[in-house]
């Protein structure tokens, strides 16, 4: 996984000038690299169900979070993702700078009402240009059987870009933990559910996300 992200970084360094256009496909080419290798060596097995729902164009990916192979997972799945991710990633060597430019949307956690500006204005640009937006709602890696409070950005997010809010599920955490180092074989099922209806209320939004993330599915 390092190894492959130090490469193609270095790669993609070259694209941003060249052809910054074909960084998405880098980003993409890494996950499936990293997807074939956990496959091989660890017995771990992706399984992607519900891409029926998924409309044309843009949509926003209310992803349920256990395992940093989420982000694997959403990378090659969708066909032009677009991830929410913290902006201290940015600073990563060779890695970190390509980020905003892939077309990947930083977001400062901080919670201040510009930093949610531009966090809107950032996912409606990508939603405009057909993107599908990719967003933790819990804001971090939450182990299986445990919960957290989702974060208010989806609620505004549902409310003002304008695209269909899909919630998704994962049990990825259960073959590689939210901090864990040795990986168990298996098979880690992804759902991608029906938008949620338009016009809901903040309260039924994180009502129906906490349902999904946390009740029997």
Known sequence: MIFAGLVLSLWGTILRVVAPH??????????????????????????????E??????????????????????LVALPYPALVFKKELRKIPVFGPLLAPTGMIPVDRSGAAPALRKLLQDC?????????????PEGTRVAPGARADLQPGIVALAKSVGVPVLPATTDSGACWGPRAFVKTSGTVTVRLLPPLPAGLTRETIITELSGVYYGAH
């Not at 993409?28 to 771990?44: F, H, M, N, S, T």
């Not at 409606?124 to 933790?136: K, S």
């Open 22 to 51: 074909r960084l998405t496909s880098v980003a993409q080419l890494w996950a499936r690299i990293c997807l074939a290798a956990l496959r091989r060596c660890c017995g771990i097995h992706i399984g992607v169900e519900g891409l």
């Open 53 to 74: 729902n998924l409309p044309a164009g843009g949509a926003i990916i209310a992803a349920q979070h256990q395992s940093a192979l989420d982000i694997l997972v959403w």
């Open 124 to 136: 409606r640009a990508a939603a405009a240009a057909g993107r599908q937006v990719v967003i933790f």
